[in-house]
């Protein structure tokens, strides 16, 4: 399971998807949980922290000084780190409102495969019609809205964080790399929120909220550290061969496999071999 969530993160295929489908696959037919997913994401995130480490540094300390005036806050890296705060509103909102449809109705396999094709197409249609000549330097405030409402249809298993936000990239005319750079550097807020508080939800519910006596579930939080770990070992890698892949090529492979995965999964669904 970490080696899924490490190579699906940041391709636009779903890796909250891809979770949910190979979980049903490993035996027990189990869904692992939105929980267990936004964990795990916390080890791909860390990836992406180490691999853009200078630019989240300069970001966030030109903000800072934004905020004191030693920069001005026309500074594009002041800039950058308001537009992101202002793109992770809206899944923070949706998130917390939609929450119980998140962990339930959201999973069903039969959402996943309808938004598996449905994106990919959309994705396929923006790589191909988008002018790809902006770069993140000509963001503007209009611009990051649309990028975090984007990001909130993330919540939808299958419809895939860096996907939808590198598709509204393309569609706003932005480069392919300019697009997967920002839809990264947008995720940090809301991965690190919504990792950390399932996480601080997972331990409260092991370990009890007066005696501090785990139960035998910690066990399972071993495991699931086991998955963060090797998700962050194989994100690291995922980032910088798909960044370098961006320079030159098109998305149209992952539209391909999107739209197939999403067919074979209705294909599986409808003759029994799984359950939604």
Do not use: C, K, N, W
């Given at each position: 399971?970490?080696?899924?969530?490490?190579?699906?993160?940041?391709?636009?295929?779903?890796?909250?998807?891809?979770?949910?489908?190979?979980?049903?696959?490993?035996?027990?037919?189990?869904d692992p949980g939105a929980a267990f997913t936004a964990i795990t994401q916390l080890g791909t995130e860390a990836a992406v922290l180490l691999y853009f480490w200078r630019d989240i540094a300069r970001i966030i300390s030109r903000w800072f000084l934004s905020l004191t005036k030693r920069v001005p806050r026309s500074d594009p890296d002041a800039r950058l780190g308001w537009f992101i705060i202002l793109g992770s509103v809206p899944i923070v909102i949706l998130g917390v409102a939609l929450q119980t449809l998140i962990e339930s109705t959201f999973r069903s396999l039969w959402i996943v495969a309808v938004t598996l094709?449905?994106?990919?197409?959309?994705?396929?249609?923006?790589?191909?019609?988008g002018a790809k000549r902006r770069r993140l330097a000509d963001l503007t405030v209009g611009d990051a809205a649309i990028f975090g409402g984007a990001q909130a249809l993330a919540l939808i298993p299958g419809v895939s964080r860096s996907g939808g936000t590198i598709t509204?990239?393309?569609?706003?005319?932005?480069?392919?790399?300019?697009?997967?750079?920002?839809?990264?550097?947008?995720a940090i807020p809301a991965v690190f929120g919504s990792g950390l508080y399932e996480l601080y939800k997972t331990v409260r519910t092991s370990c009890g909220n007066v005696s501090g006596a785990c139960t035998p579930e910690v066990f399972t939080g071993a495991q699931t550290a086991l998955a963060t770990g090797i998700a962050f070992v194989v994100g690291l890698a995922v980032i910088s061969l798909l960044m370098r892949y961006l320079a030159t090529r098109s998305?149209?492979?992952?539209?391909i496999y999107r739209i197939a995965l999403g067919v074979g999964l209705i294909v599986a669904l409808t003759t029994g071999a799984l359950t939604p």
């Open positions: 399971m970490g080696i899924v969530q490490g190579l699906t993160e940041f391709i636009p295929v779903s890796s909250s998807a891809h979770i949910r489908i190979v979980g049903s696959l490993l035996g027990t037919g189990a094709i449905v994106f990919g197409v959309v994705l396929g249609v923006a790589d191909a019609i509204a990239g393309l569609l706003m005319g932005y480069e392919r790399t300019a697009a997967a750079r920002y839809s990264f550097l947008l998305f149209l492979p992952f539209v």
